[in-house]
């Protein structure tokens, strides 16, 4: 069951118009121009640090997760304190991530983050203020939803680890190795859809499942042009790995 919001001509306008902007980035993204997202490999060497960028990135969600929150806190159910701890744990994992595990090499321009930083304020905002209504009782679905929510997180931080660890004895970039990356070009990002279909069990609104599926299209045609520039980089890239799901795609 799918909670959808009351259909008012904001709501209507808001969910269509978020899904639009997100196949627009999508669209726009993978043939790298109007509004494509220029960091890491993709960076054009303009910008500010990317540790910088990053964690105003992913700072700004969690302040706006609380904001809209904030009524309902002091007497918000079980359900809606799970949903909103997941929302800030996985925001909270990204900035701790950022500080402290990676290391990067390149920089984000200010549009990108400005962007980036807007639309997952969008979302986090969005789930906290949708999250007034829940589903009417931990279900099995709520609970395999936090299963997976763990699971996912878990999965990222392993993948994010071992990217880091190719740079320990030297810079650049270099043929991932270990965990899921035997399969697939970027499991990283396949564990992140696994920990946000968890906040979408768990939430179960209509909002949070288009944000899944945007999220979904981007990371698969960012897989697709990381997977690409690997083969051109990388003559010996090896040539059975899949782009983001195992053995699938
Ligand atoms: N929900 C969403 O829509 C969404 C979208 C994008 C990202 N994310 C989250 O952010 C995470 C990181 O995404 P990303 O696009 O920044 O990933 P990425 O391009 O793979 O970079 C992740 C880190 O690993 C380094 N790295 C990547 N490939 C490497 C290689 N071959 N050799 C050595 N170091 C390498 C990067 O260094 P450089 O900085 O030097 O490139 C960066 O520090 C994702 O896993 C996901 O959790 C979420």
């Keep these: 069951m799918l ?10 306008i808001f969910h269509i118009g978020f899904a639009a902007t997100g196949a627009f980035i999508i669209y726009s993204d993978y ?9 890491s490999k993709f960076s054009k060497g303009a910008g500010i640090p990317t540790r910088l960028g990053l964690f105003v990135i992913y700072f700004l ?12 806190l002091p007497v918000a159910s079980l ?34 983050a400005a962007m980036i930083t807007t639309i997952y304020s969008i979302i986090a905002g969005a789930i906290s203020y949708f999250n007034k209504q829940t589903i009417p009782a931990m279900d099995f679905w709520f609970y395999t939803g936090t299963v997976i929510f763990i699971i996912g997180e878990l999965g ?19 043929i991932p190795q270990g965990g899921l990356f035997k399969y697939v070009t970027c499991p990283h ?3 992140e859809l696994v920990a946000w279909f968890g906040i979408v069990l768990l939430s179960r609104h209509l909002f949070t ?4 599926l945007v999220a979904a299209a981007y990371l698969t045609a960012r897989s ?26």
């Design 156 to 174: 990222s931080f392993y993948h994010h680890k071992l990217l880091v660890d190719l740079r320990k004895e030297r810079d650049g970039y270099h």
């Design 61 to 72: 969600p969690i302040v706006a997760a609380t904001i809209f929150a904030w009524s309902y």
């Design 209 to 212: 499942l288009i944000a899944f």
């Design 79 to 112: 359900i809606q304190w799970v949903v909103y701890s997941a929302v800030i744990l996985h925001f909270t994992k990204r900035v701790l991530e950022t500080l402290f595990l990676h290391k990067f090499s390149g920089t984000v321009d200010i549009k990108t």
């Design 224 to 249: 697709i042009r990381t997977h690409q520039w690997y083969h051109q980089r990388f003559p010996d890239y090896p040539a059975d790995r899949k782009y983001i799901v195992p053995f699938l795609f």
């Design 3 to 12: 909670i959808s919001p009351p259909w008012t001509l904001f709501n209507i």
């Design 31 to 39: 043939y790298d121009k109007w509004a494509a997202l220029h960091y």
């Design 189 to 191: 990002y396949f564990f």
